[in-house]
């Protein structure tokens, strides 16, 4: 449970929530100009060689790039890290891909990627699990990480000044009030003691009740959740359950809208985008010419000399996974390609990505 909590958000790419949406958009913007091509410029383009909707980068999030990092792109072979069957489909809050989405989840994420659905039907199976069910452990990973991130986001908040402790208490002492939360209960202290407490000490307490909530309601709902049946582990309107939606309104309200957020987001957006359109020359080449950057052959003959030299910025380790992808589905290579710009980008951090796009763009050279 600790290890597919630790590895769950791998996945994310820069910028967060926003990088992801940048993605989705460059890529529906690349099937779009693609649609509005002549039919000759259309034989003559990579796309042409794949059925549009197995390119479900237009759907690309973070669930379904941690599963294919811890299963795929780390490790020497095609395992990833060879994790057990259990531990994989613990991460895996989504449990389809686009093309097997079921039609009550149309408007949730997808979890897995087309290409990793057989990857995760072969874990479904050593273990006997019935596939594009939430696994039990993942419930838990869920709850946990919705535990845990409401209040760092809190504590990042009071670490950047953006709220006080003393704000931050005054607004949970009235919202106690009005929800008739009993102070000697949940805090330990009384009412006119609660301003004094420590950010530690207003935090532990609602930790260690949610835990305990969450661990109750586990036991009370194990044989719908071993069906596969999604089970509320925290109870609705507890006095849990409403503070940490306070603490997540708070975060919407006041830290995910911050300017300071906001910036560097928008700044993200046009850097995860750059860098897509600088890496859409390879792209754009043909699965030849491709060939000829990983054999480094005939670089001059074909005029690739800008494009060998983003091509050798992509990690070894995922054009080996490319070519052994491609090697067995060859009329998937474009798909795989994508993929692995994707991988590259999204796999970078924020400072990193923000320097190479300005080295790219010829704003800064080291």
């Known amino acids: 449970m600790e290890t597919a909590c630790l590895l769950h958000d791998l996945g994310n790419p820069p910028f967060g929530h926003l990088g992801e949406a940048a993605i989705q958009e460059w890529f529906e913007k690349l099937i779009l100009n693609f649609n509005q091509l002549n039919e000759n410029d259309k034989k003559n383009h990579p796309l042409s060689t794949i059925n549009l909707d197995e390119l479900d980068l237009t759907n690309f999030d973070g669930n379904p790039q941690g599963f294919r990092i811890v299963n795929l792109l780390n490790g020497d072979d095609s395992y990833g890290l060879n994790l057990t069957s259990s531990l994989l489909l613990s991460i895996v809050k989504y449990p389809w891909a686009q093309s097997n989405k079921p039609e009550n989840k149309i408007d949730k994420k997808n ?20 596939p594009y069910k939430p696994f039990p452990y993942m419930q838990i990973m869920d709850i946990a990480d919705e535990i845990a991130y409401s209040m760092s986001d809190l504590e990042d908040a009071l670490d950047k000044k953006i709220i006080s402790r003393e704000e931050l208490l005054k607004i ?3 919202y106690c009030v009005e929800e008739h939360i009993d102070f000697q209960n949940t805090f330990g202290v009384h009412a006119d003691q609660f301003l004094a407490l420590s950010f530690i000490k207003f935090k532990t307490p609602i930790i260690h009740r949610a835990v305990k909530e969450v661990a109750n309601q586990f036991c009370e709902n194990l044989s719908k959740i071993l069906t596969g049946e999604t089970v509320d582990l925290l109870i609705n309107n507890s006095n849990t359950s409403k503070l940490l939606k306070k603490v997540k309104k708070i975060a919407i309200a006041r830290i995910y809208s911050h300017p300071s957020a906001e910036k560097v987001e928008l700044a993200g957006r046009n850097i995860i985008q750059g860098l897509l359109t600088h890496y859409e020359l390879l792209l754009t080449l043909d699965k030849n010419q491709f060939e000829s950057l990983i054999l480094n052959d005939k670089i001059r003959k074909n005029k690739l000399d800008f494009e060998l030299r983003l091509f050798r910025r992509l990690p070894s380790t995922n054009v080996d996974k490319y070519r052994s992808a491609t090697q067995q589905n060859p009329d998937k290579e474009f798909l795989y390609r994508a993929h692995l710009i994707v991988d590259y980008i ?5 400072d990193f990505a923000l320097e190479m796009y300005q080295l790219l763009e010829g704003i800064r050279i080291q």
């Open 111 to 130: 979890g897995l990627f087309n290409t990793s659905t057989e990857s995760y039907l072969n874990a479904c199976a050593q273990i006997n699990w019935t």
């Open 172 to 174: 949970f002492k009235v």
């Open 346 to 350: 999204s796999g970078m951090t924020d």
